[in-house]
């Protein structure tokens, strides 16, 4: 028997069954994803080890002026949008899960839309509706007769409370998604228990289906939250002194990447504590269906009142949260396309493109090597490396930023060094300040998105499928590019688009690791807006808006789908 056949014996035991089998043609997978994972955490790692170093005092400096300040501000911030995140996500979902609230096709996919508008772009367009000078109170003066701002009240766009609203308008859909795929998931057998023993609606969706609900709901709250901590635009633009705004203005402004990486360390215990504490809060608890059985949900009617009610509570979000500001951006391109004025943010986009393209077809080969090594071979280490190559997602843009650019420098440095030594001439800056470094970090941040759906993919497959290419004598790298890879088009293609959705809009990473006078879209409408030119960055920011659009639409069509036994409706 040969060495192949030998392999081949080996799988179809293992999946039989028996005793796992060490498989020498596996290795390759192991090692290489190992090193993968290996690469992806130099990031954290770097931060770390600049954390401990030398800050020059400015730590000391921070810690005893504006440091309890960020703390303060970071958490309000994250209480309060998770707070609003919850509420509007998980009432939407059950809402439009279990109720028949008219528009209810419509919301169904709609009430996802927000999520395709990044946060700084809807606070840059209620602050030119809503400020002093905008439409809204101008109107109110117009109408009452007052003069000044002194005459009446009006909550103050540019504020903390203001950036929580912000926030939970773009990102409660995190919420929903999760809740509604878990809503459509239950069992109706507990809810019609509910309903025998006297509970009625709102105590049924309290008392069952959201506890049952919980370990998705706390999932897309804690996504939500970890975005609320990545942003800079927001927090920039409203003056709201939270963590990353601190991490940037200590590493450009007071030139200190230690202080900076300082900052970043306690940021990234805000994320682990927001996994700690869930994780705590559900410990020795379980939420498994307590049936088999699935139908079709039923759709229960509703009072004409509460008909209305319930369609007012699902079209809010969506007016504020995407039409509206859509709408208004539309304009203000229509406007300025009027004008000539669209031309410059052509070539930001094409930077966009070049860098979220680039970052996702490599994030796509990285998934796959790492899931496929998995399935290829149950390897303790590969898995714990699999996982470890994921958690870019939880690092906000701004730590991994620092992290990116700290080895880059010292690999470039380096390489000097030995070039002066031996050659006599300076090589310079091979990979900082170059679009290497700005894709390496989408990759590192965003390889979550590209593994989650190709594992995804990967399950839907039968392990026969595999053990019948091996019988026809095909390796395993022959048996992924002929038989897995046309069977996961659609999981592939999500991985890449959502990769690519999120690296258009990042903003805070990009500012920090972009090259000299290299903008994207997002710095592009960043920096306009910051100086007050809303109508001039309106077609980039319009532009960031349309194409996360598609990739809403495809996830809603993909929960829809998803409980056993469903049928269309």
């Not at 079209?315 to 039409?323: E, I, R, W």
């Not at 499928?465 to 395993?476: E, F, S």
């Not at 980039?540 to 469903?566: D, E, H, N, Q, Y």
Request: hydrophobic share 55%; glycine share 8%.
């Amino acid at each position: 028997m040969d060495a192949w056949t030998a392999d081949t014996v080996s799988a179809s035991t293992a999946a039989a069954g028996g005793p796992p089998v060490r498989r020498r043609w596996a290795w390759g997978w192991t090692v290489g994803g190992l090193m993968i994972a290996a690469v992806v955490m130099v990031p954290l790692m770097a931060v770390a080890g600049l954390a401990m170093g030398s800050s020059d005092d400015i730590w000391s400096h921070l810690a005893s002026t504006v440091l309890p300040h960020y703390v303060r501000t970071t958490l309000l911030l994250i209480t309060g949008v998770g707070v609003g995140t919850l509420v509007i996500g998980a009432g939407t979902a059950w809402l439009v899960t279990m109720y028949r609230v008219p528009g209810r096709g419509i919301f169904e996919w709609a009430l996802l839309l927000p999520l395709a508008v990044p946060a700084y772009v809807i606070a840059y367009v209620y602050t030119d509706v809503l400020e002093y000078a905008g439409p809204v109170q101008g109107l109110l003066r117009a109408t009452f007769g007052w003069t000044s701002a002194a005459d009446y009240w009006f909550p103050e766009i540019r504020s903390l409370g203001g950036a929580v609203a912000m926030m939970s308008l773009v990102l409660y859909p995190y919420v929903y998604l999760l809740a509604r795929a878990a809503f459509i998931d239950q069992s109706v057998c507990a809810l019609e228990v509910g309903r025998t023993l006297g509970a009625g609606p709102w105590r049924n969706f309290r008392r069952i289906a959201l506890p049952l609900a919980r370990p998705a709901v706390a999932v897309g709250v804690s996504l939500a939250l970890m975005e609320a901590l990545n942003d800079f635009g927001t927090v920039d633009y409203f003056a709201v002194a939270t963590f990353t705004a601190g991490i940037y203005d200590v590493w450009l402004n007071m030139n200190s990447t230690a202080g900076a990486a300082q900052l970043a360390s306690v940021l990234l215990l805000f994320v682990l504590a927001l996994v700690v504490v869930e994780r705590m809060a559900r410990r020795q608890r379980r939420f498994h269906h307590m049936s088999t059985r699935y139908r079709t949900l039923p759709c229960h009617p509703l009072s004409p009142t509460g008909r209305w009610l319930a369609f007012a509570a699902c079209l809010l979000p969506l007016l504020l949260g995407f039409v509206v500001p859509a709408s208004l951006l539309l304009v203000y391109t229509l406007e300025t396309t009027a004008t000539g004025a669209t031309a410059s943010f052509l070539g930001y986009a094409a930077n966009s493109v070049l860098l979220s393209g680039s970052a996702a077809g490599i994030a796509v080969i990285v998934g796959l090597i790492l899931a496929y090594g998995v399935r290829l071979h149950e390897n303790p280490a590969l898995r714990v490396a699999t996982r470890i190559a994921g958690v870019g997602y939880a690092v906000p843009g701004a730590v991994l930023a620092i992290g990116v650019l700290v080895p880059m420098a010292a690999f470039d440095n380096a390489v000097d060094g030995l070039a002066r030594q031996y050659l006599g001439v300076s090589t310079g800056l091979l990979l900082s300040g170059t679009v290497v470094v700005v894709v390496f970090g989408y990759v590192a941040r965003f390889l979550a998105l590209s593994l989650g759906s190709v594992e995804a993919g990967l399950a839907r497959i039968t392990p026969a499928m595999d053990d019948v290419a091996r019988t026809l004598g095909c390796a395993p790298a022959a048996t992924l590019r002929r038989v897995h890879l046309p069977m996961m088009k659609g999981s592939i293609a999500t991985a890449a688009l959502l990769v690519f959705v999120d690296g258009m809009k990042e903003l805070p990473m990009t500012m920090l690791l972009r090259p000299f006078n290299f903008d994207t879209l997002a710095t592009y409408v960043h920096q306009l807006a910051s100086d007050e030119l809303l109508e001039e960055c309106a077609p980039g920011a319009l532009l960031i808006v349309l194409v996360g659009v598609l990739p809403v639409i495809l996830l809603s069509r993909t929960i829809r789908r998803a409980r056993p036994g469903a049928v269309e409706e």
